[in-house]
């Protein structure tokens, strides 16, 4: 069975501290992708990044950072110097390749960043 | 850009009132979603279509049935509403299964 675990409810920090957001998910499929969506206070799920299970390479795209590690399940996001825009909720996604529900999506860590 | 339109922000019904919730996508994707959205329950699947007049239950398809007869749009019908369908409710497509989905902005239901 699939599973995505995001532990982190909720998340409070200081704007400009460093913020990094679990996902842990479970899948005997050897051929998956992840994602990780934001969604802001407007409502819209925003896509962020996706990552196939086969390229474990760590991604950066300015403040924000991806890593990723099959030995470990995990797809980790970081956020460098958090803004007060980055306050939303954000969540881990799975997607299998096969199947017809083949989505599954974490529960979402909100990240509050005070100023 | 893909653009997922719901056609209600906001919607107040009455229990027991039939709800249509609309949903129309303009990249010609195949498959179309529809979510409910609960605090510590993240995102659940109501229903799901790969293509047109062609769907499947997700995973709390229960009160709730969907429409697609045409490839742009996908409705989500409460046949009769209830308190317990209070929710924020998400349209989404994707055409490919390694695709990321488009979400539109959402339409929170209260059912009173």
């Known amino acids: 069975a699939q599973k995505v675990t995001q532990a982190q409810t909720e998340i409070s920090v200081v704007e400009k501290e460093d913020v990094t957001l679990d996902c842990v998910y479970e899948t005997r499929d050897t051929t998956y992708y992840l994602f990780w969506y934001k969604q802001p206070p407007s409502g819209e799920l925003v896509f962020l990044i996706r990552?196939?299970?086969?390229?474990?390479q760590n991604e950066i795209s300015g403040r924000y950072s991806w890593n990723f590690q099959k030995s470990t399940s995990s797809f980790n996001f970081t956020i460098t110097a958090s803004q007060v825009v980055d306050s939303a909720v954000y969540f881990c996604a799975l997607r299998r390749v096969t199947g017809a529900n083949n989505l599954f999506f974490g529960t979402g860590t909100r990240l509050t960043v005070i100023p | 850009d893909v653009k997922v339109t719901q056609s209600s922000r906001y919607l107040v019904k009455r229990t027991g009132e039939k709800v249509f919730l609309e949903c129309v996508q303009d990249m010609d994707h195949e498959n179309m979603f529809w979510y409910r959205q609960d605090p510590g329950l993240g995102l659940r699947l109501i229903y799901f279509s790969y293509d047109v007049k062609m769907k499947e239950k997700g995973d709390i398809p229960e009160g709730y049935s969907v429409s697609r007869e045409k490839k742009e749009r996908f409705s989500l019908i409460l046949e009769s509403a209830s308190t317990n369908q209070t929710s924020m409710y998400l349209c989404?497509?994707?055409?490919?299964?390694?695709?990321?989905?488009?979400f539109g902005n959402g339409t929170r239901l209260t059912v009173t």
């Open positions: 990552r196939n299970s086969f390229d474990e």
């Open positions: 989404a497509s994707t055409d490919r299964y390694n695709s990321p989905l488009h």
